[in-house]
T-cell receptor, first 113, second 115 residues
């Protein structure tokens, strides 16, 4: 069974640009969560999608948005990039049940210059 | 609201020594607790999870964690550290919300293992 796939692996953008990151979950998983990881900040929860609906949202500005398609693949978009958006963005999938572990992709490393 | 606190952003041990990584949780309901590990340039992978079936949980690579409700703790231990254990470790709690569940992570503890 293929794991969680995130593309691209690395991205370099400049301030003011926008970026779209992609995540393909494990087959059969309907829940996709996104996290931002920066040194010293740990993993900050961005949002979670389940069956194409945003079910949970973290405390990030509206520049951060996402969506999920009918095949459970998810995209995350960041508009008007700022230097502080430089981070590793991790996607995780699961069935969406209660006491359940997350399966993580390797992440997209975004650098904003 | 549920949250986790990891004490110590960095822990250094000698190879063969005991590993102890601390995690305290805050939860208004019985918690679902996890430990994940992240190796350089990789995503996170599960070490172990608390299922309420037993307070002492055994995970992969010789790690285990003990759930102590009275102390609201879920500390991670390994009797003898190996060089390959050098990584970042995250304690997490799974919390209900939005009609579903979200996993909230601690800030992480980076483990260094000295030869």
């Amino acid at each position: 069974k293929a794991g969680v796939t995130q593309t691209p692996r690395y991205l370099i953008k400049t301030r003011g640009q926008q970026v779209t990151l992609s995540c393909s979950p494990i087959s059969g998983h309907r829940s996709v969560s996104w996290y931002q990881q920066t040194p010293g900040q740990g993993l900050q929860f961005l949002f979670e999608y389940f069956s194409e609906t945003q079910r949970n949202k973290g405390n990030f500005p509206g520049r951060f948005s996402g969506r999920q398609f009918s095949n459970s693949r998810s995209e995350m978009n960041v508009s008007t990039l700022e230097l502080g958006d430089s981070a590793l963005y991790l996607c995780a999938s699961s069935l969406g049940q209660e006491n359940e572990k997350l399966f993580f992709g390797s992440g997209t490393q975004l650098s904003v210059l | 609201a549920q949250s986790v606190t990891q004490l110590g952003s960095h822990v250094s041990v000698s190879e063969g020594a005991l590993v102890l990584l601390r995690c305290n949780y805050s939860s208004s309901v019985p918690p679902y607790l996890f430990w994940y590990v992240q190796y350089p340039n990789q995503g996170l992978q599960l070490l172990l999870k608390y299922t309420s079936a037993a307070t002492l949980v055994k995970g992969i690579n010789g790690f285990e964690a003990e759930f102590k409700k009275s102390e609201t703790s879920f500390h991670l231990t390994k009797p003898s550290a190996h060089m390959s254990d050098a990584a970042e470790y995250f304690c997490a709690v799974r919390a209900p919300g939005g009609g579903g569940f979200k996993t909230i992570f601690g800030a992480g503890t980076r483990l260094f293992v000295k030869a």
